[in-house]
């Protein structure tokens, strides 16, 4: 396996190439011993500049860790938990999703998602709403809810559901600080092992450390308003969007992004068209009024 | 139990009778002593200063007979309380299990005994007859067809008659209960009442009385004593697993399988320890049962304290459904049978209540278009989001919230435009938001056919400057308040991503 690399070197060219296979084969090299379970398959998040940085996508067999910028701001970073949730019952009927008439093709089929959470949690953030899953393109058929009165109990819950091949997304959703590494260790084995997607939902950043792949920090971010809207006192919500920031990544670079999900095609969209630096006020007349 | 075991001898306890304190009960150092129900509390304490008397707590008794029953059921599952000092346990088809009617009863008052009860027990083929010799004879075990020379010297009381009939029954001279077997019927119906004969039928056993179980009998159970009590967790759950055993074969031959099973531990001071289980879908598989007994001892951790040990396990099937039987390994239900057990696990040990499955219900206000019912009882039912899914594309329905307020939360400080008209700022958990983005309203009517329907809402969807998006309301409206209806309220239900 030496000379074609090395030979590779030579021409500035390959340079890249000759990294990514390496990188690759460090990544199964890793995987066979199931010391960094991060692997299995890569879920993409539609957005070519982050999968870049992660090197293909989130890995589905793997932990990652998501925390809202502040506990207002959990609304947002559930959004972005669901949304991977979504993207990954996807590919397996992605033809349905092409061919749907239906302006958000419900998926009934594939695994399923279990939702962990801590009592506090649900009662200062709300609790999941089927309808409005329904809506994000989650069916709420495909859902189970799970609450616990301690964070114990919510790791633990999360390693069994974690394991159980039936499951293809936990979402663990826990505002006690300090989680031991040992358990985010244990949780990242279970997922590799279930080939399972776990997300850990965090109502506040935490800098501890941890074994999961990544760790985003989502936060809120002012939508553009939909094109056409015609009326100037109130124009409706735009696309939502989000301020994502990858802030560890055991694949590759950091990197922060605003991006806006597409509900309609289910995937995400960088954010380019308004940098909400000056353009608010002067796109919203009925503020200026007030003000 | 412990006070009075522990309490001074000689001891009496009395109730209030009117506005006097009567004794009601004597240990037997005061029975010596000459004391008895029923005498005067003032008049007892006169005879002998050194009584101790205690008020009496019928509630305590009640909850302490409750518990005897309970330890009872190792005998018979047919059984139920009979206040305020007895049990009644049908022993047909059960006898033969402890060597016989005769070794029963002296096992059960040997029991009794060990445990610090003075009790009496007798056997006949009726519940009358059996109430009867207990209390009022020294019959042991009453032969069929031998009620009426067991009853006839026994006084009429032993029919559970009420005092004023036995008072009644007094005063013309009747007394035991000869004096009224041979009389004719009609004259002691039309002059005591219907209810002297019924008990008098049924007493000797013309007349069926069925026993009304105390708690329902389990279609399947398997049971193991021990001669030597076991404590430890492993011995249980090795038990649990020897029981499912047997089960299985049980289930087997009716085609069912267990969708709750209950764990009964016998603990050798008479306390009975209960575990219940539930499962998703019918099972039989032993190893499956053995699995949920794990999460629930787990779960109830130092509670089951096996003091001396279990002398007794039951594990009882107390809900069976039918169970098909399934080819294992192939194709898409070995997924699903995986998740009921993964559903199971985490009932077990989390409690039933927290693992649940959102169903949608026709309704149009947002907190009883879905609700959150247990994911064991829901695993094959319909769930309705096919229906709900037609409804928001007919109705073309706003986009709902991701995240939910199980109770709406008052907003303050909410400052609108015109007074029916979209919020400009709003105080939320003492932050404000300023809003840049509105959708709405959506009127959603209140339930006005009922009392506590409230005003309609208009909601409201909300950006604020920072992206967060809410789902406001506003109860009633401004223009309501001329006609003397309360100020509208605004409140936040939901958020959105």
């Known amino acids: 396996m030496g000379t074609p690399a090395r030979s590779a070197f030579c021409s500035p060219a390959g340079a890249p190439a000759v990294l990514d296979r390496l990188r690759r084969e460090l990544c199964a090299a890793e995987a066979a011993t199931g010391l960094t379970p991060d692997g299995g398959a890569a879920l993409g998040l539609g957005i070519s500049a982050i999968d870049g940085v992660l090197s293909g996508g989130l890995g589905c067999g ?43 093709s419900t998926r009934i089929t594939g695994r399923y998602l279990l939702w962990i959470a801590e009592d506090f949690s649900l009662a200062e953030n709300g609790a999941p709403y089927g309808p409005g899953l329904d809506g994000a393109g989650i069916a709420p058929e495909r859902l189970i809810t799970v609450t616990a009165a301690r964070d114990r109990d919510v790791l633990w819950a999360m390693e069994e559901a974690l394991r159980c091949r039936a499951v293809g997304v936990v979402i663990g959703e826990m505002r006690s600080r300090g989680i031991d590494q040992v358990m985010t260790r244990r949780l990242a084995l279970a997922a590799a092992a279930g080939d399972t997607l776990g997300l850990l939902l965090r109502t506040t950043p935490h800098d501890e450390p941890s074994a999961a792949a990544t760790r985003w920090i989502i936060g809120t971010a002012p939508s553009f308003p939909r094109a056409g809207g015609g009326d100037e006192r109130s124009h409706g919500l735009g696309p939502p969007r989000l301020t994502a920031r990858l802030v560890r990544n055991r694949r590759g670079h950091l990197g922060a992004w605003i991006v806006e999900w597409n509900s309609v095609e289910q995937r995400f969209e960088l954010a380019t068209h308004s940098e909400p630096l000056a353009g608010t006020a002067f796109d919203r007349p009925h503020r200026a009024a007030v003000a | ?149 067991l009853l006839g010297p026994l006084p009429l009381a032993a029919l559970r008659l009420s005092s004023d009939t036995v008072a009644a029954l007094a005063r013309v001279g009747l007394k035991r209960i000869g004096d009224i077997l041979d009389l004719p019927r009609a004259p002691l119906a039309a002059r005591f009442g219907a209810e002297l004969l019924r008990m ?33 967790e492993e011995d249980v759950l ?29 603990r050798t001071d008479g306390v009975v320890k209960r575990i219940a289980a539930g499962t998703s879908r019918p099972v039989r598989d032993p190893q499956a049962i053995r699995a949920l007994f794990v999460e629930r001892l ?42 009921d057990r993964l559903v199971d696990r985490l009932s077990a040990r989390l409690g039933r209540r927290r693992v649940s499955r959102l169903v949608a219900h026709d309704s149009h206000i947002p907190e009883l278009a879905v609700a959150a019912l247990p994911a064991q009882a829901m695993a094959r039912a319909e769930l309705g989001w096919e229906a709900f899914r037609r409804f928001r594309v007919q109705a073309d329905l706003s986009p709902r919230p991701l995240r939910f307020l199980a109770r709406p939360e008052p907003i303050e400080d909410v400052f609108a435009l015109v007074p029916d008209g979209p919020p400009v700022r709003f105080r939320w958990r003492r932050a404000l938001h300023e809003v840049i983005a509105v959708e709405g309203p959506e009127r959603i009517e209140g339930a006005w056919w009922s009392e506590e329907g409230g005003p309609a809402r208009d909601y409201f969807r909300v950006e604020d400057k920072a992206g967060m998006r809410f789902w406001l309301f506003r109860a009633g409206l401004y223009r309501d308040m001329a006609r003397a209806l309360p100020r509208p309220r605004w409140f936040l239900h939901g958020m959105y991503a």
């Open chain 1, 62 to 104: 793997a932990l990652h860790e998501i925390a809202a910028a502040h506990e207002t701001e959990t609304a947002a970073a559930t959004g972005f938990a669901l949304a991977l949730a979504a993207r990954q019952a996807l590919p397996s009927c992605e033809s349905a999703a092409r061919t749907g008439a239906s302006a958000v």
């Open chain 2, 1 to 149: 139990m412990r006070q009075w075991r522990e309490a001074p001898s000689p001891l009496a306890v009395f109730g209030k009778c009117g506005n006097l304190d009567l004794l009601v009960a004597v240990d037997a150092a005061a029975e010596r002593l000459g004391l008895t129900a029923g005498l005067a509390l003032a008049q007892a304490r006169a005879m002998h200063p050194a009584l101790t008397a205690m008020p009496e707590d019928q509630a305590a008794d009640a909850r302490l007979l409750e518990a005897l029953a309970d330890w009872c059921q190792r005998y018979t599952p047919l059984l139920a309380a009979d206040p305020p000092d007895g049990i009644l346990l049908d022993i047909g088809g059960c006898a033969h299990l402890f060597g016989g009617e005769e070794k029963l009863r002296d096992d059960l008052l040997a029991r009794m005994t060990g445990f610090g009860f003075t009790a009496r027990a007798a056997i006949a083929a009726s519940i009358g007859a059996a109430s009867a010799a207990a209390r009022f004879s020294e019959a042991a075990i009453t032969p069929t067809d031998d009620e009426r020379d």
């Open chain 2, 200 to 232: 008098l039928d049924r007493a000797l056993g013309r007349e069926y009385e069925p026993l009304t179980p105390r708690l329902p009998v389990a279609p399947y159970i398997a049971e193991k004593n021990f001669h030597e009590p076991i404590a430890r």
């Open chain 2, 238 to 266: 090795a038990t649990v697993e020897r029981l499912a055993t047997r089960l299985k074969a049980a289930l087997a031959v009716r085609g069912d399988g267990a969708r709750r099973l209950e764990l009964a531990l016998f």
């Open chain 2, 298 to 339: 787990a779960a109830l951790g130092d509670e089951i304290d096996p003091g001396f040990g279990f002398d007794l396990a039951r594990l009882s099937v107390t809900i069976a459904e039918p169970c098909p039987d399934e080819q294992i390994g192939l194709g898409g239900h070995e997924d699903q049978a995986e998740l």
